[in-house]
Nanobody, 124 residues
Framework: QVQLLESGGGLVQAGGSLRLSCVAS????????MGWFRQAPGKERAFVAA????????VYADSVKGRFTISRDNAKNTVYLQMNSLKPEDTAVYYC?????????????????WGQGTQVTVYS
């Protein structure tokens, strides 16, 4: 069993930055690919970024490529999402998720464990 807890969300002006963190419980965290998803008001939850267990395979949604960076620190059981050049359309609840497997995934149905989410609001 893996439990995930996100933090770092908040209110930020367009062009600003935030760093989200997701702390995982469980010894097996370091072996799982991890992902970040987001759900904007009135929209379905969407893929943002994912990272493999060793941190050398990173995948991003086109909408955040070049602005967001996913990373992980397995010693701290933590995955991060550094968000720069934020836009109002980045406003959403951000979730981290763990995939019980070995390959980085984009589809939310392939993720087994989810956090509660953290709100990010970007104003212009």
């Amino acid at each position: 069993q893996v439990q995930l807890l996100e933090s770092g969300g908040g209110l930020v002006q367009a062009g600003g930055s935030l760093r989200l963190s997701c702390v995982a419980s469980g010894r097996t965290f370091r072996s799982y690919p991890m992902g970040w998803f987001r759900q904007a008001p009135g929209k379905e939850r969407a893929f943002v970024a994912a990272i493999n267990w060793s941190g050398d395979n990173l995948v991003y949604a086109d909408s955040v490529k070049g602005r967001f960076t996913i990373s992980r620190d397995n010693a701290k059981n933590t995955v991060y999402l550094q968000m720069n050049s934020l836009k109002p359309e980045d406003t959403a609840v951000y979730y981290c998720a763990a995939h019980v497997g070995t390959v980085v995934r984009r589809l939310q149905d392939e993720y087994n464990y989810w956090g509660q989410g953290t709100q990010v609001t970007v104003y212009s």
